[in-house]
């Protein structure tokens, strides 16, 4: 079982930058692929990036590719992604989420889920 706890949200002009943290609870973070999805009101949760077990491997949807970096330092048990030259479409709860998986672009392919946490990008 894995826990996941989002921070790092906030309220920022578009253009601006933000960074995204998820810790992880239990010693077997290494075990799993990460990944980070956005739901707008209204919309479905859509993927944004992931990243392999090691971190060897990352992926981005092309909305956000340029523009956002995911990482992971498995000796903290934390994933981030670094979100720069943010637009006021970015707005969403951002979730990340652990997958057994090699990783994973779709919500079906993660077990476990973070609570949340919002970023609101004015214009």
């Known amino acids: 079982q894995v826990q996941l706890v989002e921070s790092g949200g906030g309220l920022v002009q578009a253009g601006g930058s933000l960074r995204l943290s998820c810790a992880a609870s239990?010693?077997?973070?290494?075990?799993?692929?990460m990944g980070w999805f956005r739901q707008a009101p209204g919309q479905e949760r859509e993927f944004a990036a992931t990243i392999s077990k090691t971190g060897g491997n990352t992926y981005y949807a092309d909305s956000v590719k340029g523009r956002f970096t995911i990482s992971r330092d498995n000796a903290k048990n934390t994933v981030y992604l670094q979100m720069n030259s943010l637009k006021p479409e970015d707005t969403a709860v951002y979730y990340c989420?652990?997958?057994?998986?090699?990783?994973?672009?779709?919500?079906?392919?993660?077990?476990?889920w973070g609570q949340g946490t919002q970023v609101t990008v004015s214009s």
């Open positions: 239990g010693r077997t973070f290494s075990r799993y692929a």
């Open positions: 989420a652990g997958s057994r998986a090699p990783w994973g672009v779709t919500t079906n392919e993660y077990e476990y």
